[in-house]
């Protein structure tokens, strides 16, 4: 955390854009070996309908499947809620 701070500290001048991930969510495709996870990048071009059908209007958005249907959906790094819809899911 500190060098977080420090970090942030060091950056007051221009402009400064900070992309915040979820490094735990390769962690736990670990921890659940049979799970897919796959990434959208939502910056490609042709992508508007396929956002649309997915109701992606903020990221991080997760949709979670099984057997080819939706069954829940994080929006939010919540990754208590991630990590217990994973374990729901997987029993």
Known sequence: MMVLTR???????G??????????????????????VFKVD???????????KFEIYSVPTLHFFQNGKKVGTVVGADVEQVKGKMVDLYK
């Open 7 to 13: 970090s942030f500290t060091s950056l007051r001048l």
């Open 42 to 52: 939502i910056d490609l071009d042709g992508l508007g309908s396929t956002l649309s």
């Open 15 to 36: 402009v400064v854009l900070v992309d915040f991930f979820l490094r735990s969510l390769r962690e736990m495709s670990r921890e659940f070996p049979n799970v897919q």
